[in-house]
């Protein structure tokens, strides 16, 4: 999963880290009950919480809360079906004071950006 490459989530205490990875858990596990009933995840409707958001057609915003942390995942799904986490975001966190009413999704502009640069990199890797 690319998220534990980052520098973002190598600086993260061990209790955050171990929340991220919770909510990655989390992400899978209810991501392998729609693909035991055969359920794509571009075909997906009404389950807001793994399609939060989608950005750029083919990347999904999880969203989810472990203990009191409000954690966001920013994610795809590859040729093989499997989840590829390429970011995160914690809400209310130091490096992310996300403010109420329309700055409350900041996330998504960092989202944004990150998956701009992750599709460059991931295009000059093939």
């Known amino acids: 999963m690319t998220v534990h490459n980052s520098k973002n989530y190598k600086k993260l205490d061990r209790s955050l880290k171990l929340q991220i990875n919770k909510a990655i858990n989390k ?10 009933q055969n359920i794509v995840i571009s075909k997906l409707f ?3 919480v793994i399609i939060h958001d989608i950005i750029d057609d083919d990347l999904y915003v999880y969203k989810t809360r472990t203990k009191d942390v409000q954690i966001r995942l920013l994610y795809e799904v590859d040729k093989n079906d499997d989840i590829n986490v390429i970011d995160f975001v914690i809400k209310n966190h130091d490096n992310m004071k996300t403010g109420i ?3 409350s999704n900041l996330y998504i502009d960092i989202f944004k950006s990150n998956a701009t640069k992750y599709k460059s990199e991931r295009s000059v890797a093939m």
């Open 101 to 103: 009413g329309k700055n």
């Open 46 to 48: 009404g389950d807001d």
């Open 27 to 36: 992400l899978t596990t209810r991501y392998e009950e729609y693909r035991k």
